[in-house]
């Protein structure tokens, strides 16, 4: 089966440094990539996502590359905002049809905070 | 456009007691999830339905049931509920197969069993 391995938080952070959240997966096949957020109070919903290897998901300053051969979806950004506090899933989803297509796993959440 | 509605926001049931938590997308998707979030455990899926018609278990299905009611709608039913259903829990949906699509969540339903 799939799984994910999500660096764990909290993170705290000060306004504008460096953001990196690691990823890594085990997956059967060629599964497309996803990070999702969740602001407060909130369902999740899509940050980027990348469908092949060597492709960039970038969305609000995020960014993170498909590496097929460490198997990893790093979430980096350059600068934070107090406005990206929130938690962060990373979420590889299988492509195939059928059944397998639906073992949706996702990892366990990293908190961002960041403080003015 | 609503997106994925879920109803109710909150709920306190004792042991024991039933309960359906109601879900509706307005985006003419196919497929239709239901999830649970524990701290510390991400989401897990319950179960899912590919189309319309379909229902079948994902990670966390004891417990459950579902009904796919129509395109728009998927409900999920707690027959006896037990203290370690506590949790929220969040729909989704996907145009296609969540591999291809994004999923689109609801806001979630905050629910304690007491």
Redesign the interface.
């Known amino acids: 089966g799939n799984s994910v391995t999500?660096m764990e938080g909290p993170v705290t952070l000060s306004e504008e440094a460096f953001l990196t959240i690691n990823c890594t997966y085990t997956a059967t096949g060629y599964?497309?990539l996803?990070w999702?957020v969740q602001y407060p109070?909130?369902?999740?919903?899509?940050l980027l996502?990348a469908?092949k290897a060597d492709d960039k998901g970038s969305n609000k300053g995020f960014e993170a590359t498909y590496r097929k051969e460490t198997t990893s979806f790093h979430l980096e950004k350059g600068s934070v905002q107090v406005s990206d506090s929130a938690v962060y899933?990373c979420a590889p989803?299988?492509?195939?049809?059928g059944?397998g297509?639906?073992q949706?796993t996702?990892?366990?959440?990293t908190k961002l905070s960041v403080i003015p | 456009n609503a997106g994925v509605t879920q109803t109710p926001k909150f709920q306190v049931l004792k042991t024991g007691q039933s309960m359906t938590l109601q879900c509706a997308q307005d985006m003419n998707h196919n497929s239709m999830y239901w999830y649970r979030q524990d701290p510390g455990m991400g989401l897990r899926l319950i179960y899912y339905s590919a189309s319309e018609g379909t229902t079948d278990k994902g990670e966390v299905p004891n417990g459950y049931n579902v009904s796919r009611l129509n395109k728009r709608e998927f409900s999920l039913r707690l027959e006896s509920a037990a203290p370690s259903q506590t949790s929220v829990y969040f729909c989704a949906s996907t145009r296609g197969l969540a591999g291809s699509d994004e999923q689109f969540f609801g806001p979630g339903t905050r629910l304690t069993v007491l």
Do not use: I
């Open positions: 999500q599964p497309s996803f999702y109070g909130e369902g999740l919903q899509l996502k469908t899933f989803t299988p492509r195939d049809s059944a297509s639906y949706l996702f990892g366990k959440g």
